[in-house]
């Protein structure tokens, strides 16, 4: 069982201040609201969309067609590291006005469960695809070098 008082690092607060141990849904009732949940639903669940036979976070709009022209995408391994280069996220850029540092425990937590849902979704959504979802946890002590990308194998890049 996950110890979210490690990962919600004001929920000991919480809890001090209810005077009792109310857990990541108490957390939520008190500090969450139906905006929040839909838009964390697009970061978890999120649509995708394919562009020249290349599949990509939605939307996917003018200046991300932009980029992807300036890529090389002559054969199928350029089509792979185009997805890989416009599908790279990195975690702390997901809340760039977040005032408190996040621990390692705390993007290392959601990197993992980002990674989950995002290849359970691509799956799903493209069963006819091979689809590879990258969150690497090797141990940095730079919190931006936590990224996660996506990306389909195609024949010309499987070993």
């Known amino acids: 069982m996950r110890d979210y008082n490690d990962l919600i690092t004001d929920l000991d607060d919480w809890e001090s ?7 990541p849904d108490g957390w939520l009732a008190g500090m969450g609201s139906f905006n929040l949940a839909v838009a964390f639903s697009s970061l978890f669940w999120p649509e995708f969309v394919t562009h020249d036979d290349c599949v990509f976070m939605a939307p996917f709009r003018d200046h991300d067609a ?8 002559g054969c199928d391994d350029d089509k792979t590291r185009t997805e890989v280069t416009l599908n790279n996220q990195h975690l702390l850029d997901l809340f760039p006005n977040e005032k408190a540092r ?24 493209f069963p006819d695809r091979r689809m590879v979802v990258s969150f690497p946890e090797d141990y ?12 389909q194998e195609r024949a010309s890049n499987q070993g």
Do not use: A
């Open 17 to 23: 201040h209810n005077s009792c141990e109310i857990g």
């Open 66 to 73: 932009q980029n992807y022209q300036r890529l090389p995408t």
């Open 102 to 125: 996040p621990t390692r425990e705390q993007v290392i937590y959601l990197g993992r469960t980002l990674k989950d849902m995002w290849q359970l979704k691509l799956n799903r959504d």
């Open 140 to 151: 940095s002590d730079d919190l931006m070098d936590y990224e996660i990308t996506f990306w």
